[in-house]
């Protein structure tokens, strides 16, 4: 209804426009509905490039947001295109050292993690949790989250110890920051887990997956996706 009437008063290709397909954009890729999503990220990144222009700080948040859509649709290599302009932007337009250019590149270098370009992907969360650390202190949910993912790229570097630590971090940062029992917390576990399971801790490993099931089953329920990885986990130890 918003979007309706945005372009009922300013026309179609006005930047409110742009905000409200962005805004209905993220609301529809949380629910799921990914394919609508991006058809929205598509058409407010068309406003945005022809209203502030290709260098600007909204269109590189809508290069971002449709990135994300993309990843989430398996479409990994035009996520990256755009993970990277809108990255460029950021680094031209805010600095390296903003916090918004760090979640681009936590979340590029994640990406990389996924295609395998695992160095590049080392680099990328080892600057965004840099700028994090700094930007936002030590102990920041922010922080957390580039500490989750640089723990994940560094397991798959064979780096266990690297990994244990920067799992055990994110782990201590979101259970005094979201408490014992919150889904983040589950997830941390379950990091974790995956590294003691690494390292051929096979006890240490099935105790956190079990912590981590008994969270996700009380929060997000039992028939949920978050859930059902969970049991997997613990089905790979058997």
């Known amino acids: 209804r918003a979007l309706q009437g945005?372009?009922?008063?300013?026309?179609?290709t006005h930047p409110v426009v742009a905000d409200r397909l962005q805004e209905l954009g993220s609301a529809l890729g949380a629910?799921?509905?990914?394919?609508?999503?991006r058809e929205?990220?598509?058409r407010a990144l068309s406003i945005r490039e022809a209203t502030g222009g290709s260098q600007d700080v909204a269109t590189a948040a809508c290069h971002h947001e449709l990135a994300q859509t993309l990843e989430a649709g398996g479409q990994s290599d035009p996520a990256r295109?755009?993970?990277?302009?809108?990255?460029?932007?950021?680094?031209?337009?805010?600095?390296?050292?903003?916090?918004?250019?760090?979640?681009?590149?936590?979340?590029?270098?994640?990406?990389?993690?996924?295609?395998?370009?695992l160095e590049e992907a080392r680099s990328h969360c080892q600057a965004a949790l840099t700028v994090f650390e700094k930007a936002l202190g030590p102990r920041h949910l922010g922080t957390a989250a580039v500490l989750t993912n640089l723990g994940a790229v560094l397991l798959a570097m064979g780096d266990t110890r690297g990994a244990r630590?920067?799992?055990?971090?994110?782990?201590?940062?979101?259970?005094?920051?979201?408490?014992?029992?919150h889904p983040?917390?589950?997830?941390?576990?379950?990091?974790?887990?995956?590294?003691?399971?690494?390292?051929g801790e096979t006890a240490k490993a099935r105790g956190h997956y079990?912590?981590?099931?008994?969270?996700?089953?009380?929060?997000?329920?039992?028939?949920?996706?978050?859930?059902?990885?969970t049991l997997d986990n613990l089905g790979g130890l058997l």
């Open 6 to 12: 945005a372009e009922a008063v300013h026309g179609p």
């Open 31 to 37: 629910s799921g509905d990914i394919d609508r999503a």
């Open 40 to 42: 929205l990220f598509r």
């Open 81 to 117: 295109q755009h993970y990277e302009k809108a990255l460029a932007i950021q680094r031209a337009t805010l600095g390296p050292k903003d916090p918004t250019t760090a979640i681009t590149l936590n979340n590029l270098g994640f990406l990389l993690k996924r295609l395998g370009h």
């Open 165 to 181: 630590t920067h799992q055990e971090r994110a782990l201590k940062i979101r259970t005094e920051g979201l408490g014992a029992r």
């Open 184 to 199: 983040e917390t589950a997830a941390s576990l379950n990091n974790l887990g995956r590294v003691w399971e690494a390292l």
């Open 210 to 229: 079990h912590k981590a099931l008994s969270i996700y089953e009380d929060t997000v329920g039992h028939g949920h996706l978050l859930t059902a990885a």
